[in-house]
Antibody, heavy 118, light 107 residues
Framework: QVQLQESGPGLVKPSQTLSLTCSVSGGSISSGSYYWSWIRQPAGKGLECIGRIYTSGSTNYNPSLKSRVTISVDTSKNQFSLKMSSVTAADTAVYYC??????????WGQGTLVTVSS | DIQMTQSPSTLSASVGDRVTITCRASQSISGWLAWYQQKPGKAPKLLIYKASSLESGVPSRFSGSGSGTEFTLTISSLQPDDFATYYCQQYNTYLYTFGQGTKLEIK
């Protein structure tokens, strides 16, 4: 059974770069026809797709975040990563990684809270 | 982007009630819709995919229907574990988008 786990700093200063990693266990990130995705949720609010990566390295990004976001994959470590530059308080949220199988997200990581504050 | 609108935003109901949540898309998404349940402090959990297909392990009291622009999630007989927030999500076109959520509360 595939499981995902996010990791990374919980506090990032404004204007700096947010970096998170999602570790995949219970299966190879390279197997199957999956995209690997990042989704975020500000406190008390809804869900927003950030972007996704296929194991070939092909990516899709939310146009509203595209200029600040990079998603990459490391198949040797069975991980994929998110970098978001020039963060502001508006980027404070719980960040989830998830597997995307032709559109529906399952499973999800447990989520990690990232706070942008000086 | 395709906009997803759920109604109601909040729903108060009792154990044993039958409840329905509606999700409308700003344009046709065929049947490319999923429903998720989220409890406080937890990640969303996939309940329904392709509008009406029940995810493995999800109780049969959950059902989904619809196509095009209008979809519904029905819980046939509410159980105490069902009080949570529910989200619809379209995956007809990337950027995938979610509804704003429906909070199901105990009456």
């Amino acid at each position: 059974q595939v499981q995902l786990q996010e990791s990374g700093p919980g506090l990032v200063k404004p204007s700096q770069t947010l970096s998170l990693t999602c570790s995949v266990s219970g299966g190879s990130i390279s197997s199957g026809s999956y995209y690997w995705s990042w989704i975020r949720q500000p406190a008390g609010k809804g869900l927003e797709c950030i972007g996704r990566i296929y194991t070939s390295g092909s990516t899709n990004y939310n146009p509203s975040l595209k200029s600040r976001v990079t998603i990459s994959v490391d198949t040797s470590k069975n991980q994929f990563s998110l970098k978001m530059s020039s963060v502001t308080a508006a980027d404070t949220a719980v960040y989830y990684c998830a597997r995307d199988y032709y559109g529906d997200y399952d499973p999800w990581g447990q989520g990690t809270l990232v706070t942008v504050s000086s | 982007d395709i906009q997803m609108t759920q109604s109601p935003s909040t729903l108060s109901a009792s154990v044993g009630d039958r409840v329905t949540i509606t999700c409308r898309a700003s344009q046709s998404i065929s049947g490319w819709l999923a429903w998720y349940q989220q409890k406080p402090g937890k990640a969303p959990k996939l309940l329904i995919y392709k509008a009406s297909s029940l995810e493995s392990g999800v109780p049969s009291r959950f059902s989904g229907s619809g196509s095009g622009t209008e979809f519904t999630l029905t819980i046939s007989s509410l159980q105490p574990d069902d009080f949570a927030t529910y989200y619809c999500q379209q995956y007809n076109t990337y950027l995938y988008t979610f509804g704003q959520g429906t909070k199901l509360e105990i009456k």
